[in-house]
Structures are given as structure tokens and as C-alpha cells.
């Protein structure tokens, strides 16, 4: 079993709509971080966080300690957002990162 | 400005022929990571360094081998390269303090094995 486990895998959705992904982890963790990476590799960090709720432009992140869940909301969505969004959470051993095996999101226009 | 630098960001190299991919970070953080990474499939931490110690993952081959000489530079060693190994290898930078900090990733470098 992953320590990590996202869903969906794949997310179709239209320009303008509001888009959820989820993020479930079974470790005791320091922090969770949200990553974006687009074709051809780069990772991009886009949220990390330990409790409560981020906003960044159309991006918001939650996160429920007590239930060990997290997710990643885009507001507006927009054809520039398709990426794979990758969960990631940080061990109570703090050099050890696991990741999910991400969400692949296609926003058609 | 780069922060995280992987060279080269594309390398070929044939079945058996040792390869180095190398990583360079600006930010002087204290933990250098190396994941590799194969298509559709999430990043797989292959070891990281803690400054000067290295903490190999128990399940990565021992045909990969790292190298840090100082802070800024990391290598990665595939000894001898085979076909399964084709994929992207990230490298990624964090402070290692005893409080969380972001991971910082290099663009990757993506591997062909012939």
C-alpha cells in the first residue's frame, strides 16, 4: 500500500470550472506539499502545508490533520493548468519525502 | 535566477556504459535529493544526502551511487546502465532542519539507454 494516495488519476474538465483533487496519506507527517509538473519534467512546489488552508491566485490547499487528508482546489480553471498535481508529504523524519502518484488534469478550452 | 541546476537535461548512453548526471544548487541547503522517475508514475527517492551523510533508500539498486564533494554539487553514478533504467532523474534541494521546508526541483535530466 502507498503512503500516498491521490485521486482522481485523471481529471477532464472544461475552462472556468471549479476542480478538487484529493490527497490521502497514512504516516505521521511534518508537512504536506503540493507540486505541480508539467511535460517535460519540471516540478514546481506550488503549497506547503501543516495545518488549516493556503490561497495562491486560483489556487487554494487544505489539509485535515486528524483525518490525514489534504486537497487541492483551482477555481476558474484554466487550459494552462493542465499538469500532472503531485501530493507529497514530509516523514516526522524530516529527510524523507513519499509521493502520490499524481493527478493528470487536462482543462479543454 | 536557477536554483536547482541538473546537467545535462538530456543524456543518452548505450546498455553498460557508466553515465554521471550531476546537480549544482545556489541555495546552500543543508539535504540534496535524487529521485528517478519513469513515465506516469511518481517520483521514487533512489537517496538523499544529510550535508556530508549519505542515506541510500533500501530498495535502490546498488548500480546507482552518488556522490556530493561539497555543498553545492551532487552526482548521480549509473554504473552500468541498463534498459529499465531509462527515465527522468530529478534532483531536489531542501533545508534539513528540524522543521519542515519546501523541496526545491531541478528541471531533470531525462536518460535514454541504448
Known amino acids: 500500500k502507498n503512503e500516498v494516495e491521490q485521486s482522481p488519476q485523471n481529471l477532464t474538465a472544461q475552462e472556468g470550472e471549479f476542480i478538487t483533487i484529493n490527497c490521502s496519506y497514512s504516516?505521521?507527517?511534518?508537512?504536506l506539499h503540493w507540486l505541480q509538473q508539467h511535460p517535460g519534467g519540471g516540478i514546481v512546489s506550488l503549497f506547503m502545508?501543516?495545518?488549516g488552508k493556503k490561497k495562491h491566485g486560483r489556487l487554494i490547499a487544505t489539509i485535515n490533520i486528524q483525518e490525514k487528508h489534504s486537497s487541492l482546489h483551482i477555481t476558474a480553471s484554466h487550459p494552462r493548468d493542465s499538469a500532472v498535481y503531485i501530493c507529497?508529504?514530509?516523514?516526522?523524519?524530516?529527510?524523507?519525502?513519499?509521493f502520490g502518484s499524481g493527478t493528470k488534469l487536462n482543462v479543454k478550452p | 535566477d536557477a536554483m536547482v541546476i541538473q546537467n545535462p537535461r538530456y543524456q543518452v548512453t548505450q546498455f553498460g556504459k557508466p553515465v554521471t548526471l550531476s546537480c549544482s544548487q545556489t541555495?546552500?541547503?543543508?539535504?540534496m535529493y535524487w529521485y528517478q522517475q519513469k513515465s506516469s508514475q511518481a517520483p521514487k527517492l533512489l537517496f538523499h544526502?544529510?550535508?556530508?551523510?549519505?542515506?541510500n533508500e533500501a530498495d535502490t539498486p546498488d548500480n546507482f551511487q552518488s556522490r556530493r564533494p561539497n555543498t553545492s554539487f551532487c552526482f548521480l553514478d549509473i554504473r552500468s546502465p541498463g534498459l529499465g533504467d531509462a527515465a527522468m532523474y530529478l534532483c531536489?534541494?531542501?533545508?534539513?532542519?528540524?522543521?519542515?521546508?519546501?523541496?526545491?526541483f531541478g528541471p531533470g535530466t531525462r536518460l535514454t539507454v541504448t
Open positions: 507529497a508529504v514530509r516523514s516526522h523524519n524530516f529527510n524523507k519525502f513519499y
Open positions: 531536489a534541494t531542501s533545508r534539513g532542519d528540524r522543521v519542515a521546508y519546501e523541496q526545491y
Open positions: 504516516v505521521g507527517i511534518s508537512a
Open positions: 544526502y544529510y550535508d556530508k551523510d549519505f542515506n
Open positions: 502545508l501543516s495545518s
Open positions: 541555495l546552500n541547503h543543508n539535504v
